[in-house]
């Protein structure tokens, strides 16, 4: 069985070029990580290193065993972090409700935010009308949600759901030259929305 502590001096060293430089980096003397790296040939049973001129520099065995050390070691750092957000309670399904303007300018790049913190979390965004949102919480349906709410039409206060503010936006309204002047005043008008009885605006 390889020693995952010297396959990582070995990909220091593919990445690093020296073994001075690899020693630097991981706090050893340049003569413990030559051991190490010896130890790590003992172990592989092949040469992985050979010496041209005052330079190590890694065999042909060597640089195979580093991709393969790569693809180890970034499965058990995804590991580790995946236990340290278990840890947390940072594990699980995620269900986010959101609308459909959020899930296209907001939602993604917080997801990819979300994983790579958090990789033991599963998150996933579901479209719904924030008219919606409140019975799909209680049910269980949804973990969490972002809603839109306007002065003249907000979203009702519902008890036992924790409502959070993010941000504001200034919205505007063009109309024609008729004279009204603000969304009150067009409340009457005919409208077109993504789908009928909504408050998401399409």
Same mark, same amino acid.
């Given at each position: 069985? +390889?020693?995952?502590?010297?396959?990582?001096? !070995?990909?220091?060293?593919?990445?690093? @070029? /020296?073994?001075?430089?690899?020693?630097?980096?991981? &706090?050893? /003397?340049?003569?413990?990580?030559? %051991?190490?790296? &010896?130890?790590?040939?003992?172990?592989?049973?092949? $040469?992985? +290193?050979?010496?041209?001129? =005052?330079?190590?520099?890694?065999?042909?065995?060597?640089?195979?065993?580093?991709?393969?050390?790569?693809?180890?070691?970034? %499965?058990?750092?995804?590991?580790?972090?995946?236990?340290?957000?278990?840890?947390?309670?940072?594990? #699980?399904?995620? =269900?986010? #409700? *959101?609308?459909?303007?959020?899930?296209?300018?907001?939602?993604?790049?917080?997801?990819?935010?979300?994983?790579?913190?958090? $990789?033991?979390?599963?998150?996933?965004?579901?479209? !719904?009308? $924030?008219? %919606?949102?409140?019975?799909?919480?209680?049910? @269980?349906?949804?973990?969490?949600?972002?809603?839109? &709410?306007?002065?003249?039409?907000?979203?009702?206060?519902?008890?036992?759901?924790?409502?959070?503010?993010?941000?504001?936006?200034?919205?505007?309204?063009?109309?024609?030259? /008729?004279?009204?002047? *603000?969304?009150?005043?067009?409340?009457?008008?005919?409208?077109? !929305?993504?789908?009928?009885? /909504?408050?998401?605006?399409?």
């Amino acid at each position: 069985m +390889l020693d995952v502590r010297r396959l990582r001096l !070995l990909r220091e060293l593919a990445h690093r @070029g /020296t073994i001075a430089a690899v020693a630097e980096a991981v &706090s050893f /003397t340049p003569s413990a990580v030559s %051991q190490q790296l &010896s130890a790590l040939e003992r172990e592989a049973g092949v $040469p992985l +290193l050979t010496r041209s001129g =005052r330079r190590v520099v890694l065999t042909p065995a060597g640089r195979g065993l580093v991709r393969h050390a790569e693809a180890v070691l970034a %499965q058990l750092e995804r590991a580790a972090a995946e236990l340290d957000g278990a840890r947390q309670g940072l594990s #699980g399904s995620l =269900r986010i #409700g *959101t609308f459909p303007s959020a899930g296209r300018a907001m939602v993604p790049a917080a997801l990819a935010e979300l994983s790579r913190r958090h $990789p033991g979390l599963e998150p996933m965004a579901v479209e !719904l009308d $924030p008219a %919606q949102v409140a019975d799909a919480v209680r049910a @269980g349906d949804l973990d969490v949600a972002l809603v839109h &709410s306007y002065d003249f039409a907000p979203v009702p206060n519902e008890a036992g759901i924790a409502v959070i503010p993010l941000c504001r936006e200034a919205m505007y309204l063009a109309t024609a030259s /008729t004279g009204l002047a *603000t969304v009150a005043d067009c409340r009457d008008e005919p409208w077109i !929305l993504a789908v009928e009885g /909504t408050l998401c605006p399409g």
